[in-house]
């Protein structure tokens, strides 16, 4: 079928589809793009980067104009308001693969306008112009610009703004037709963009409230834009580039995802996010996106009456949108109110599951946690943990019944507010099986004492069992002991490890059937006021 617009020329780059998504700052990071860039992206940009920021070129600003291959073209966004600043920065981030260098004068975040950079520059268009031809000469690649209409509804100087930038050499300008001052709030006036597209030759990107794909086709022939940049509204809902692009192409507009679709890649953004980043990270960088993939899956009014706030304890409904399956609970550590709790199960060889529990307000659903859980450990599932521990608990080998019986209630539990029948039964297990030296339990307050061949005392307040990620070898077990010790202070590396040595060959010693069923042990030495010292070591490697 034929194209139904052209492709997007910016300098020599052949853009195509016409679609750009937008810079968003703490949201477009490299693993959003490369997940969003196959649904139909012609051209990705990275969040705003400082340029005097890149001056000191920390660990954290580096990685924001990271790209994954899959970002070509890729343009790399950048905010300041010193002309000579940007146009270092501009050279520096060319030099690390940018094709596209993007000047900020259109966000209105008072972290960036307070100090003259994004929008803020609007109020002075000489000072624009000046940065715009610093980094035009600082580099042998397009130059493009994003602004918005003007500081205020009485400052509009995007006609005159526009001029500079194409007088400058800038490549092509994106506007988003609003000033500084709305932020967010009221429509973008498109009839804007349709003026600029009239005042200036070079190519013209128009932005703001695309949410539907025939909407932005139609404002896109109505302002004769030559591409369209595409923000908020892909938050959650990727699929708007993929119907925007079909139609692009002259196709008709692919459907509207399943709820069951919106959460399958749900999962597979988390799982990538987590991959990439690591959870510490990812976790709640991911809370924003999964409220807004859930958008519209979870309807408020399948709730049921009974969950009026009379009952003391807050009142549960699984349910997802048009479900049959409701099941009603209750959850004394919450406060009274109307919850969800919803389940995900990502398939393949590594299954998760990623439990949703949100709250509603005012008719609307929020996010009250998020809990990712992996499905397997070494290829084997909870229910095989489970029955495993039963075998070694009647073969005397009490510590690794008791690590087992913890691993299958960390696969089998989806969060630990969750219980049933079949839990509570584990639970009963688990604790029966406590080993006699810790038949009290283990922490903090009641460590595990076990003394070396040399006298020395290590106070372990934690046990549990850990993916082994060392290992490699064919036929090992890869599952580690995780084992916390408690110590005064860390000190220097070099002692800090011999400790944590000593404290796992102590620990075998103790109990030597640990060596049976485990790869290693990983021991996390934890100090008051202080980050912990990790060692992982195998058991070939523990005397």
Same mark, same amino acid.
């Given at each position: 079928?034929?194209?139904?617009?052209?492709?997007?020329?910016?300098?020599?780059?052949?853009?195509?589809?016409?679609?750009?998504?937008?810079?968003?700052?703490?949201?477009?990071?490299?693993?959003?793009?490369?997940?969003?860039?196959?649904?139909?992206?012609?051209?990705? &940009?990275?969040?705003?980067?400082?340029?005097?920021?890149?001056?000191?070129?920390?660990k954290r600003t580096m990685a924001m104009i990271d790209r994954h291959?899959?970002?070509?073209?890729?343009?790399?966004?950048?905010? !300041?308001?010193?002309?000579?600043?940007?146009?270092?920065?501009?050279?520096?981030?060319?030099?690390?693969?940018?094709?596209?260098?993007?000047?900020?004068?259109?966000?209105?975040?008072?972290?960036? @306008?307070?100090?003259?950079?994004?929008?803020?520059?609007?109020?002075?268009?000489?000072?624009?112009?000046?940065?715009?031809?610093?980094?035009?000469?600082?580099?042998?690649?397009?130059?493009?610009?994003?602004?918005?209409?003007?500081?205020?509804?009485?400052?509009?100087?995007? &006609?005159? &703004?526009?001029?500079?930038?194409?007088?400058?050499?800038?490549?092509?300008? @994106?506007?988003?037709?609003?000033?500084?001052?709305?932020f967010y709030k009221g429509s973008a006036d498109w009839a804007h963009?349709?003026?600029?597209?009239?005042?200036?030759?070079?190519?013209?990107?128009?932005?703001?409230?695309?949410?539907?794909?025939?909407?932005?086709?139609?404002?896109?022939?109505?302002?004769? &834009?030559?591409?369209?940049?595409?923000?908020?509204?892909?938050?959650?809902?990727?699929?708007?580039?993929?119907?925007?692009?079909?139609?692009?192409?002259?196709?008709?507009?692919?459907?509207?995802?399943?709820?069951?679709?919106?959460?399958?890649?749900?999962?597979?953004?988390?799982?990538?996010?987590?991959?990439?980043? !690591?959870?510490?990270?990812?976790?709640?960088?991911?809370?924003?996106?999964?409220?807004?993939?859930?958008?519209?899956?979870?309807?408020?009014?399948?709730?049921?009456?009974?969950?009026?706030?009379?009952?003391?304890?807050?009142?549960?409904?699984?349910?997802?949108?048009?479900?049959?399956?409701?099941?009603?609970?209750?959850?004394?550590?919450?406060?009274? !109110?109307?919850?969800?709790?919803?389940?995900?199960?990502?398939?393949?060889?590594?299954?998760?599951?990623?439990?949703?529990?949100?709250?509603?307000?005012?008719?609307?659903?929020?996010?009250?946690?998020?809990?990712?859980?992996?499905?397997?450990?070494?290829?084997?599932?909870?229910?095989?943990?489970?029955?495993?521990?039963?075998?070694?608990?009647?073969?005397?080998?009490?510590?690794?019944?008791?690590?087992?019986?913890?691993?299958?209630?960390?696969?089998?539990?989806?969060?630990?507010?969750?219980?049933?029948?079949?839990?509570?039964?584990?639970?009963?297990?688990?604790?029966?099986?406590?080993?006699?030296?810790?038949?009290?339990?283990?922490?903090?307050?009641?460590?595990?004492?076990?003394?070396?061949?040399?006298?020395?005392?290590?106070?372990?307040?934690?046990?549990?069992?850990?993916?082994?990620?060392?290992?490699?070898?064919? !036929?090992?077990?890869?599952?580690?002991?995780?084992?916390?010790?408690?110590?005064?202070?860390?000190?220097?590396?070099?002692?800090?490890?011999?400790?944590?040595?000593?404290?796992?060959?102590?620990?075998?010693?103790?109990?030597?059937?640990?060596?049976?069923?485990?790869?290693?042990?990983?021991?996390?030495?934890?100090?008051?006021?202080?980050?912990?010292?990790?060692?992982?070591?195998?058991?070939?490697?523990?005397?």
């Amino acid at each position: 079928m034929p194209r139904t617009v052209a492709p997007l020329q910016i300098g020599p780059l052949e853009v195509w589809p016409p679609l750009v998504l937008a810079p968003m700052s703490g949201v477009t990071n490299m693993t959003m793009r490369a997940l969003y860039k196959p649904f139909g992206l012609g051209l990705t &940009v990275t969040e705003f980067v400082s340029s005097n920021a890149l001056k000191f070129g920390s660990k954290r600003t580096m990685a924001m104009i990271d790209r994954h291959p899959s970002e070509r073209p890729g343009s790399t966004q950048l905010w !300041g308001d010193d002309p000579q600043t940007m146009a270092q920065a501009a050279r520096l981030v060319r030099e690390c693969g940018a094709d596209v260098v993007d000047i900020n004068f259109g966000c209105p975040a008072p972290k960036v @306008t307070k100090t003259d950079g994004g929008s803020a520059c609007l109020r002075d268009p000489q000072r624009c112009e000046a940065i715009m031809r610093a980094v035009v000469e600082a580099v042998d690649c397009p130059v493009t610009m994003k602004m918005r209409l003007g500081w205020s509804e009485n400052d509009l100087v995007y &006609v005159d &703004v526009a001029k500079r930038a194409q007088a400058a050499g800038v490549a092509a300008v @994106t506007l988003h037709a609003r000033t500084a001052k709305q932020f967010y709030k009221g429509s973008a006036d498109w009839a804007h963009i349709a003026r600029l597209k009239e005042a200036i030759d070079i190519p013209v990107i128009g932005n703001g409230d695309l949410d539907d794909a025939h909407l932005a086709m139609r404002r896109m022939r109505e302002s004769g &834009v030559d591409g369209i940049m595409l923000g908020r509204a892909t938050l959650g809902n990727p699929w708007l580039i993929s119907q925007i692009a079909d139609l692009m192409e002259g196709r008709e507009a692919s459907a509207t995802p399943t709820p069951a679709d919106r959460l399958r890649f749900c999962l597979v953004h988390y799982r990538t996010m987590v991959d990439e980043l !690591g959870e510490a990270r990812a976790v709640p960088q991911m809370r924003k996106h999964v409220a807004l993939y859930l958008k519209g899956i979870l309807d408020a009014s399948t709730l049921t009456k009974t969950a009026s706030g009379a009952n003391p304890d807050a009142q549960f409904f699984c349910t997802l949108n048009k479900s049959a399956n409701e099941a009603e609970f209750a959850i004394p550590q919450l406060p009274p !109110g109307k919850y969800a709790f919803a389940m995900v199960r990502m398939e393949g060889s590594n299954p998760w599951r990623l439990s949703l529990l949100l709250r509603q307000e005012a008719g609307q659903w929020l996010l009250a946690g998020l809990y990712p859980k992996h499905l397997t450990a070494n290829g084997h599932d909870g229910l095989w943990y489970w029955k495993e521990a039963r075998t070694l608990s009647t073969g005397k080998e009490p510590w690794n019944a008791w690590l087992y019986f913890q691993e299958a209630q960390a696969l089998l539990m989806p969060a630990n507010f969750v219980s049933s029948t079949h839990l509570d039964k584990l639970q009963t297990e688990l604790t029966s099986a406590l080993p006699p030296a810790i038949s009290g339990g283990i922490g903090p307050d009641t460590p595990l004492v076990v003394k070396a061949a040399d006298g020395a005392e290590f106070r372990f307040t934690a046990l549990s069992v850990q993916d082994a990620p060392l290992s490699n070898a064919a !036929g090992s077990t890869p599952l580690d002991v995780l084992a916390h010790i408690k110590v005064d202070s860390i000190g220097d590396g070099a002692s800090a490890r011999q400790r944590n040595v000593a404290a796992a060959s102590a620990l075998l010693a103790a109990h030597p059937e640990l060596r049976k069923s485990f790869h290693g042990v990983w021991v996390f030495a934890d100090a008051a006021g202080q980050n912990s010292y990790s060692t992982e070591l195998a058991m070939s490697d523990i005397k």
